[in-house]
């Protein structure tokens, strides 16, 4: 008794260690690097259209095939490659042919960065700190869509796409400098790259043994399993995981994020409240929020998160198509427009600690190595597909009802709340291979 309670004490001072240490620079660098493709992401939510959508989905439809033949490096190098295309075309358009073949291109380069920025940061990270550093993609996106928000009161929209094509060449350069993903690089039997990649990321002094095994086994067991991805995607073993990552993503949009994030100027004036101001107070509370979930994602875990994120969606959405309702019937005017700046402020920040970043996170974690291409792929084209529809759709609701087009993202963001409590499990601070094995005999 004596013994075990002054041991414990011990446990979780090792422990503390492990976790501080494994917290490298070279880990940071190749986060930092993935996630500049995050913050074009983020960017490029300022120029979302309908056809950047369209574009987005047919890249996405190919991502996770294209990061396994070539690598998740070299995926990033070409949504780059894309983007920065894309941004020159939009920012030198002298019609509207160019500017929508350079709004298309931009959408096959975040179509790519959508899928494989939370894969390599989730199979590069240590399990006890995965979920804030793969949260950094929300962050750096939020960063993207702030500094757009911000300077877009002061600079030609041509001048925001010269400036975001900047990230794109640093991306470019920064890449030659971090690793492969130590999975990937299993996948090709490439074991002393997978041994000495983990050493740049673990640390010199890193016992690296047991997690290389772990790594070499599971892929080795999925190559076993299966040739064919698309088989397999649809066993009944893989139900589990294939409900949460599509759901998920499906919730994600049908809450009305990605038509909030476009014409969020265009509704504070249809609202009667100053675009210019409500912009810059949506900008100064994205990134601020973003950190506080990066560092308390992986101490509350995901599923608290996600709830609480689609509860505070449903009141905000409520309180926003109260908004509407009380200006069409000429009642309580002077409430108005306080009340929509209340609800937005409360929808971005609902829509930030969960919903918002969390289902990358998750489907990055669920998916077992044998499937994760046609899985990931499917989830990622999904998202883009819903994301579509959610924008192409919008300006039609809000003609047909304003205040019915938010009760309706209201009810769906309740029915988030129930599906994560029934549907999502708890993956804060497992290993990715637990995490599979046990989705699998669930299902």
């Not at 265009?266 to 990134?287: C, E, K």
Request: hydrophobic share 45%.
């Amino acid at each position: 008794m004596e013994s075990g309670s002054l041991k414990s004490p011990l446990v979780n001072k090792e422990e503390e260690a492990r976790t501080s240490s494994s917290i490298t620079s070279g880990l940071l660098l190749s986060t930092s690097v993935a996630v500049t493709g995050s913050f074009v992401y983020g960017c490029a939510y300022s120029f979302f259209t309908s056809i950047m959508t369209f574009g987005g989905m047919i890249t996405a439809a190919f991502s996770g095939k294209i990061a396994a033949l070539i690598g998740r490096r070299q995926t990033m190098w070409i949504s780059d490659v894309f983007c920065l295309f894309g941004w020159l075309a939009i920012a030198f358009a002298q019609d509207k042919m160019l500017l929508n073949i350079g709004r298309s291109f931009l959408g096959f380069g975040v179509g790519l960065i959508s899928y494989v920025v939370p894969v390599y940061i989730a199979e590069i990270t240590p399990q006890k700190i995965r979920g804030g550093f793969s949260f950094s993609n929300q962050l750096l996106q939020s960063f993207g869509i702030s500094l757009m928000f911000l300077i877009g009161n002061f600079f030609h929209w041509r001048t925001l796409a010269l400036l975001s094509a900047i990230p794109c060449g640093i991306q470019m350069i920064c890449l030659v400098f971090i690793p492969e993903s130590p999975r990937w690089l299993a996948m090709y039997g490439r074991d002393r790259e997978l041994e000495v990649t983990l050493k740049r990321l673990r640390g010199e002094n890193s016992d690296l043994l047991e997690e290389a095994a772990e790594i070499r086994e599971t892929v080795e067991t999925s190559r076993r399993e299966s040739q064919s991805g698309v088989k397999d995607l649809f066993k009944m073993k893989n139900a589990h995981p294939l409900i949460i990552g599509l759901g998920l993503m499906l919730l994600q949009q049908f809450c009305g994020s990605s038509a909030i994030s476009a014409y969020a100027a265009r509704i504070f004036v249809t609202a009667g409240f100053p675009s210019n101001i409500g912009t810059s107070i949506l900008a100064v509370i994205l990134v601020p929020q973003s950190l506080i979930v990066m560092f308390a994602v992986d101490r509350c875990g995901r599923r608290p998160l996600l709830i609480s994120s689609s509860i505070g969606l449903c009141i905000s959405s409520f309180f926003i198509g109260l908004s509407y309702y009380l200006q069409k019937h000429g009642d309580f005017q002077e409430f108005c427009s306080p009340m929509l700046m209340v609800g937005l402020v409360g929808y971005v920040l609902s829509f930030g600690i969960g919903l918002g970043g969390l289902p990358w996170v998750i489907m990055s974690e669920v998916f077992p190595v044998n499937v994760k291409v046609t899985a990931g792929s499917l989830v990622t084209v999904s998202n883009w597909f819903f994301s579509w529809i959610v924008i192409f759709s919008f300006n039609f609701m809000m003609q047909w009802s304003a205040f019915g087009t938010y009760y309706i993202f209201s009810g769906v963001s309740l029915v988030s709340a129930i599906f994560v409590w029934t549907i999502v499990p708890e993956t804060k601070g497992r290993t990715l291979e637990d995490i599979q094995t046990s989705l699998g005999q669930h299902s």
